[in-house]
């Protein structure tokens, strides 16, 4: 099948890019699906502006880009379990997601990709980080390479216990939190694109396995610090019926805290993932 020529025009140096010209409301031909997924392999995370989505074409959209899954600490939407509320209300200091990560590195299975839908916005503010862990090793040394190709990761869910939201913090049924773990290579393959990209992250990442939290900490500071360095990035302003996707498998982000006294309110469904190798 010849994928269609999109309008697609790039935001940064290092990764992202807007496509233009396509209403994701409407049943889209297969080609241009395969156009906005081979975007997606391209440029890492696209975005979408001006889309007027209802839940159900949301959900309809994402199924044709993979298998929607439900995320395991916050209940979806009323009759939507695959679509969670990321909230941030004006008396709330605390974001949901504020510190650089990959979704949910603490599943054995984590995501492959992950769609976020404006809802309701701030003024100003609430804008979204995204860096390019491809890039982030492939500008490590040879030797840095070397080592890190020996090491596996421990993600914990409980680790980002400073960045969450009130909804995530609280189990829905009020039983205790359960805490989910995950052991991952630092450097994975793309299943796609055959490429490596670095796998650990500041907010899932406890230590290297087989390792102490002490002995482990140098390190893991380093490439935290390595992997989300400016021009590894790039910034996305959102606007009403802005949507933006993005490669778990290569992607980190990070939203921006910087609206207190405001409402931010977005929808997000993530894509089954395959095991990290």
């Not at 390019?132 to 216990?161: C, F, H, P, V």
């Not at 390595?226 to 949507?243: D, I, K, V, Y």
Request: aromatic share 8%; net charge neutral.
């Amino acid at each position: 099948m010849q994928i269609q020529s999109l309008d697609i025009r790039p935001i940064s140096g290092s990764l992202g890019a807007e496509i233009h010209g396509i209403d994701l409301a409407q049943d889209l031909p297969a080609d241009t699906v395969l156009g906005i997924r081979r975007a997606l392999l391209d440029h890492l995370v696209v975005f979408f502006r001006g889309q007027d989505l209802t839940s159900e074409r949301f959900l309809g959209f994402s199924r044709r880009l993979g298998t929607p899954i439900e995320y395991p600490f916050v209940k979806g939407i009323d009759g939507y379990p695959e679509i969670i509320a990321v909230t941030k209300l004006p008396h709330q200091t605390i974001n949901f997601g504020g510190a650089w990560h990959s979704d949910t590195t603490y599943l054995p299975e984590p995501p492959m990709a992950t769609l976020l839908l404006a809802q309701e916005l701030p003024t100003h503010g609430g804008d979204t980080q995204f860096a390019n862990q491809y890039l982030a090793y492939e500008t490590l040394s040879d030797e840095m390479k070397r080592i890190l190709g020996g090491l596996r990761g421990l993600s914990r869910s409980d680790k980002a216990e400073a960045s969450r939201t009130r909804e995530d913090r609280a189990r829905n049924d009020g039983s205790p939190r359960t805490v989910l773990s995950a052991e991952h290579p630092v450097v994975r393959t793309h299943p796609e694109t055959g490429r490596k990209a670095l796998f650990v992250n500041i907010a899932h990442t406890v230590r290297f396995v087989g390792m102490t939290d002490e002995e482990s900490a140098p390190l893991l500071q380093f490439l935290w610090r390595h992997q989300t360095r400016p021009e590894l990035t790039c910034r996305f302003r959102w606007t009403a019926g802005s949507l933006a996707i993005w490669d778990n498998r290569c992607v980190q982000h990070s939203a921006v805290n910087d609206y207190h006294g405001q409402t931010r309110v977005m929808h997000r469904i993530t894509l089954a993932g395959d095991k990290p190798v």
